[in-house]
């Protein structure tokens, strides 16, 4: 099993920034990615970006691109989401979420944060 813990969130006005972290613990070795995901009141839950453990490959979704940057700290087994330029269309309960493969596609995701709320005010 793989243990994940968000932080980082809060309200922040248009404009802004956040950086969420997760910080993961237990069996790592069963995860080889680590992605962030969102879900908005009324919305289905919707992929955000995702990075791989080994290496610096990343994957964004088209409406987070040249705003947020995914980052990540072997060492500390945490993943950061900086979020730069907030709208306040971001506004979700952000999720951390860890798979054992690639990500060249955004499923398989079998590790969950509990997560964090996100609200951009306008």
């Known amino acids: 099993q793989v243990q994940l813990v968000e932080s980082g969130g809060g309200l922040v006005q248009a404009g802004g920034s956040l950086r969420l972290s997760c910080a993961a613990s237990?069996?790592?070795?069963?995860?080889?990615?680590v992605g962030w995901f969102r879900q908005a009141p009324g919305k289905e839950r919707e992929f955000v970006a995702a990075i791989r453990w080994s290496g610096a490959i990343t994957r964004y979704t088209d409406s987070v691109k040249g705003r947020f940057s995914i980052s990540k700290d072997n060492a500390k087994n945490t993943v950061y989401l900086q979020m730069n330029s907030l709208k306040p269309e971001d506004t979700a309960v952000y999720y951390c979420?860890?798979?054992?493969?690639?990500?060249?596609?955004?499923?398989?995701?079998?590790?969950w944060g509990q997560g964090t709320q996100v609200t951009v005010s306008s």
């Open positions: 979420a860890a798979k054992y493969g690639g990500v060249d596609n955004i499923y398989g995701f079998g590790f």
């Open positions: 237990g069996r790592t070795s069963s995860a080889s990615v």
